[in-house]
């Protein structure tokens, strides 16, 4: 849709309706309530309001007006719209473009608060208009007073500024010295004896010593290393070195309590070492395990991992299961938190996985069994079924796969995990041997149209979750290779990343794309998370990053390699935090997917962001089709 150019209209600063002074106190409280119902005024103090409304105006506009002009001066007054509805343009070569659709309790220029210096949009009225002008001065002394007046504002100049759901900091934004303030650590000496560590340990009520020859950390000593020890009818006099570990892995005192967990976690011992450079030379400061971080944790995810791994069957795994996603959902407090806990999520489905496997006694040691798709990019942090392939060693146990494969989708079913649909057209079995595998791979690559590589896509996030890796590594060279010999690869998937385009904007309580088509469900995954998905992952092809990367580390390094278009990946990135976080929260707390959400889950704020993270989108999808840069 096409609008007249402004040489063809009046200035709308111009117009002859005259503005309506608020002069009157009724007229001031019907403005002030009217303001109290929207954001960011609903949480201001009431003589703020009166203040501002007695201050401002009342301005009439008939069906096609315009309220702005693009690339003209900010107006004195800050508009916001009290009835009726106002389209925003933007100038696109010699036609203008629908931007944004507004209604009662938006704002038009309120991007002045955030660094612009013009209106960057035409506003013209869709109907009949009423809109409060508050005078600017006035609205940007609020900014200094309300904390949420100023996150507002940010939300109408960075994408994917969402709603921060936390009152204080998660796990992702405090240190493991807040927790670990304790005096001197429990230290012994190799040529100690395993009977004086034992009495040492068992009058500090201590679980680990460290062993240290002079100032070097060496080793550690566990409790139940000591008791194997006397079970095995070791002397007590012997020296402690007989039975000491390596020392466990190191952190530094500023290290995050979410890299602390998941550092416990991926340790047998469930211990840390704190030192004071974060380096086995660092001065040992204590060591760290899970009582440690456990007030800060409510339910300890750690516990968790280790119950899951002894479940004695499907029932408790259910119930352990159902804890995980519990845990998930309180530390989800804003889109910073979701990477951490994608990766607690990943570690829960790998132990759930394994120990099922373990229970029916249907996987051999030396399958590789694979994440693809959400879970192999490492974004699932709902209960939805982790896809899965098998790598087989040999073609006779691909039969036995495949059947351990069906079993083991039943057994997750059991264990609350939601269970898509086998769909009709999938178009290859996800067990096979290295070469099966490779033969698979090659074929998409080479012949991406016959072959049907559109419907395996997923498998091009293909990443392993628990044994040999060998294998998996062999592939994705293979992968690496193929691509970089294949340029109509390359450019089909880009021609497929605007197969899906995200919407436009929010309107009412619906969501609504550049034809104007209304929708009252917004598809988040398939209209917002699946473009970034399509374009990290084209970009990590062309990069040589081939199988297994997030889509966040993919446009890090997409981003890395070409700084001038900086802008554009730092948005895209934010727009993608913000997106899991969303369909994490939904799917967490109503027990799906969260692939979709209701416009009036979102509040008002949170649609503001996600209106500049479509446009980030937009952006990012001009960038990957823009020819120059292949």
Known sequence: M????????PDPEQSNRELIHVQTGLISYRVADFLKQYPPFHACQEPDLLELAGRGRVKFHESDEFVCWQDTPFSPFLFVIQQGSVSLWQAAGSAEVLY????PGDMIGVERFAGAERY???????????????????FESMLAKYGHVQRYVESHARAGLIHSESAGHGLHKRFIAELARTAEPLTCRPSDTIAAVARKMTEARATAVAVMDDHAFVGMVEAGGVLDWTAREGLPCEMVSRIMKPPPPTLAPQTLLSDCVLTLAGTETGLAALTTDGTSSGTLLRLISGPVVQPALGENPLNLLREIATAPGVEPLRQLHERARAFLLTHLTEPAAAAWLAELSRRTNIAILRRLLELSEETEPDWTWCFLGTAGRGELLTAAE???????PGGSSVARADRALHRL??????CGYLIAEEPENRVVARAGTIREWQERFTAWIQNPVASGEYLARPLFDLKPAFGPFEPWKTLEELVRREIGKSAVFTHLLANDCLSTLPPLTFFAEYVVDESGERSELFEIETRALTPLVEVGRLLAMMDGNVLGRSTADRLRNAGAKRPADAAVFREAIETLEALHY???????????RGAEIHPNQLSRMDRQALRLGFRAIYNLLRFAIDGRWW
């Open 386 to 392: 982790p896809e899965l392939a098998v790598i087989c």
């Open 582 to 592: 969303l369909k994490a929260r939904t799917g967490l707390r109503m027990h799906n």
């Open 409 to 414: 989708r039943a057994d997750l079913r059991e």
């Open 100 to 103: 944004d659709i507004r209604g």
């Open 120 to 138: 960057h949009y035409s506003a013209r009225t869709n109907d009949d208009v009423v809109i409060y002008a508050l005078p600017a001065a006035a």
């Open 2 to 9: 096409q609008i007249a150019r402004r040489e063809a209209l």
